[in-house]
């Protein structure tokens, strides 16, 4: 994971998926690396090439503010990128490492999940594991059931690429929100394993992982294959736990008036009648009461 040179590893991934072309530079002819030469990075960034070297190559660490803004310019970052920058350039002090408590929800936000009966709604862990969820949510979508580490499941579950309609979109989303979440704590056991286990198993994660894409899930839109009631498309927001940091809650809805909010209403009503099924098997036969003679 380039532990050692986090900055000098992000750097470089940029560098690659940078297009000459932007720049009005040819892409074609006797180019031999993918992306942007060194040299030419540090020309659009003001600096030197060999000052520039040296930051890939971990040589020097900690650029100024003013080279950080240049190479974002550069590298045409977003506010999450920019941030993340300048956090592999200012890395915290680093304080010895205590195990991992295994994340909880606390029971306050759980009553609240129940109580929204018609709004999908989960808890991600700070490595995508589903913490917990509402029958709607799991009912909306596989990926979204207690247990499950959404990231495993979109990279090595076939299910979910019958799942998710804009797969590729919803791969790249996750990838990024995992670096996010993650942010500089790359030497965590829990994503060490992760990593490596989608490494190995996953050439489309390991493509995805060595970009270097850092976006937080916060709002959005995702279309999903139900099996019970066809395609729907959800609009979802994202609000962090207070006291349980890394922990999001995100909770979806249906465009007014659309179909989507018809079908979320026809499988809100489908998983009642399951669950009032269920508590009646449970509770056996209906008891009658004898006839006094």
């Not at 109580?115 to 490595?127: E, R």
């Not at 839109?221 to 395609?231: A, D, I, L, Q, W």
Request: contains cysteine; glycine residues 8%; charged residues 25%.
């Amino acid at each position: 994971m380039d532990a050692d040179n986090r900055l000098g590893a992000f750097l470089r991934a940029r560098r690659e998926l940078a297009r000459p072309e932007n720049f009005g530079m040819s892409g074609g002819g006797q180019r031999r690396v993918a992306g942007l030469r060194r040299e030419e990075i540090a020309l659009l960034a003001g600096v030197s090439a060999d000052y520039y070297v040296r930051l890939e190559q971990g040589r020097d660490k900690h650029p100024s503010e003013q080279v950080i803004v240049a190479l974002a310019r550069v590298f045409a970052l977003d506010e999450e990128g920019t941030a993340h920058l300048r956090e592999l350039a200012r890395p915290a002090v680093r304080r010895p490492r205590t195990p991992r408590r295994p994340e909880r929800v606390g029971a306050g936000l759980r009553g609240l999940l129940d109580a929204w009966s018609h709004t999908p709604a989960l808890v991600l862990g700070k490595y995508l594991d589903v913490l917990a969820a509402n029958p709607l949510a799991e009912a909306v979508n596989s990926c979204s059931v207690p247990g499950v580490n959404q990231v495993r499941m979109v990279f090595l579950d076939a299910e979910a690429r019958d799942l998710y309609p804009d797969w590729p979109n919803v791969a790249a989303d996750t990838v990024a929100s995992l670096r996010a979440t993650a942010g500089t704590d790359l030497d965590d056991p829990r994503l060490t394993e992760l990593v490596g286990e989608l490494s190995l198993k996953s050439e489309q994660f390991r493509q995805l992982w060595a970009r270097h894409d850092v976006r937080m899930k916060t709002a959005g839109t995702k279309r999903f294959r139900n099996p019970m009631v066809g395609e729907l498309t959800l609009s979802y927001e994202t609000f962090a736990v207070n006291g349980a940091p890394g922990q999001l809650l995100i909770a979806y809805h249906a465009e007014p008036g659309s179909a989507s909010e018809r079908s979320l209403a026809l499988l809100g009503s489908l998983i009642a009648g399951d669950r009032v099924s269920d508590e009646r098997r449970a509770a056996g036969p209906p008891r009658v009461a004898k006839r006094k003679g």
